[in-house]
């Protein structure tokens, strides 16, 4: 039997948010831990994630995935260390990647846990590039938006997660032109010096459909929508003959408390012959292998980077979920648990 800790710290969502999320929608409330039962390990979570979908379960509404409970621990991906085991195939001290986040232990059935190797990657690395965000732009732009080589390819919300991903394969696959929006100087700068963008703006710096014109003269072939609204619009606008967009988040109306208004330009789908295509990951999980070995090798060779916000402690972790809101985050938003 193994010293277990008495107690372990979990955010609960308490209220609704309405709007804007509040830190007063949350508390960090303390559970106590106890060996795991048959078929289930008890993992020491190291780094959980923050992510927009996140916002979508805190509203009480049918959806693809289930609400938050209120007074119960949130969940989402985490990685940590097996601390107690009481299944077969996992021992104390593997690395394990599984849906439990938000808290500092976690009692996890030992199927909905994957073993992760921390000398192939840092662990944090599960959570973003070679995890949910990596293989959400790897689908959603080589499957959905059927990406070819001399596509020119415009990608919104580009210094995250996401996009900083996409815009980075579209150019190691033969892209004609990759242009990138985000809403800082310092994150276009990041795009165009870091990242290898050919051209990037900052949406707050005036309207996206002439910013996105003047970086696109010759039009784009593939628009991978992070935002929605006006950036929407814009890419419709911009988009050639044949274009694709594939619509993965639409971050900018997350926090809206009305229905917002659909682009004006819809019309030009017909004309253009456009293909408009949602994607959602877990549809997506077949190309596991392929993407794990395609994204894997190109972190290896150096050829794609990929930056991490790191935000530490968890008492920390919903500053962290209100400043990915934000846009505090370059790259991946992740919660390091201290403790
Ligand atoms: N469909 C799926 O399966 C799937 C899976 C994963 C993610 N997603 C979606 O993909 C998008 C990106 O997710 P991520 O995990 O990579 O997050 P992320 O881009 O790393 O972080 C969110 C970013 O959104 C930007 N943002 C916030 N409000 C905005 C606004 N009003 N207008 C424009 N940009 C705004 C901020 O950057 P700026 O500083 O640039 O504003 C912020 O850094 C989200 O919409 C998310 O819901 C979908």
């Not at 073993?115 to 959570?127: E, F, G, Q, T």
């Not at 003047?214 to 911009?238: C, K, M, R, T, W």
Request: aromatic share 8%.
């Amino acid at each position: 039997m193994s010293v277990l800790p008495a107690s372990s710290r979990e955010w609960h969502l308490v209220a609704r948010p309405h709007g804007w999320p509040t830190p007063a929608d949350f508390a960090l409330r303390e559970a106590p831990v106890t060996e795991p039962a048959e078929g289930r390990i008890l993992v020491k979570n190291l780094h959980f994630s923050v992510d927009p979908y996140m916002r979508g379960r805190m509203n009480d509404v049918k959806s693809y995935i289930p609400p938050f409970q209120l007074d119960h621990p949130m969940d989402g991906g985490a990685v940590g260390e097996v601390i107690a085991s009481n299944a077969e195939g996992f021992a104390v001290g593997d690395h394990v990647l599984h849906g439990l986040g938000w808290r500092e232990y976690a009692d996890v059935p030992a199927r909905h846990a994957t073993k992760v190797d921390p000398a192939l990657a840092p662990l944090s690395a599960y959570l973003g590039v070679l995890g949910m965000t990596g293989l959400t732009a790897y689908a959603g732009l080589f499957d959905v938006a059927s990406f070819k080589e001399g596509d020119a390819v415009f990608v919104s919300g580009a210094a995250g997660a996401v996009g900083s991903q996409v815009g980075q394969m579209a150019r190691l696959k033969g892209a004609s032109r990759v242009i990138g929006s985000a809403g800082s100087d310092e994150k276009v700068k990041f795009l165009v010096e870091e990242l290898g963008f050919d051209a990037a703006f900052n949406y707050k710096n005036g309207p996206v459909k002439d910013q996105l014109r003047e970086a696109a003269p010759d039009g784009i072939d593939v628009y991978f929508d992070n935002v929605g609204g006006d950036h929407l619009e814009a890419a419709i606008s911009s988009l050639n003959v044949h274009g694709r967009a594939t619509i993965c988040g639409m971050i900018a109306q997350y926090n809206d408390t009305e229905p917002v208004a659909g682009p004006r330009n819809m019309a030009m789908i017909i004309g253009k012959r456009l293909r408009l295509q949602g994607v959602l990951v877990g549809d997506h999980y077949g190309l596991q292998q392929q993407f794990v070995q395609e994204v894997g090798g190109w972190l290896a060779a150096g050829e794609l980077k990929h930056r991490e916000t790191f935000v530490e402690g968890i008492e920390n972790g919903v500053d962290a979920f209100l400043g990915l809101l934000r846009g505090d985050n370059t790259g991946k938003m992740i919660v390091s648990v201290t403790r």
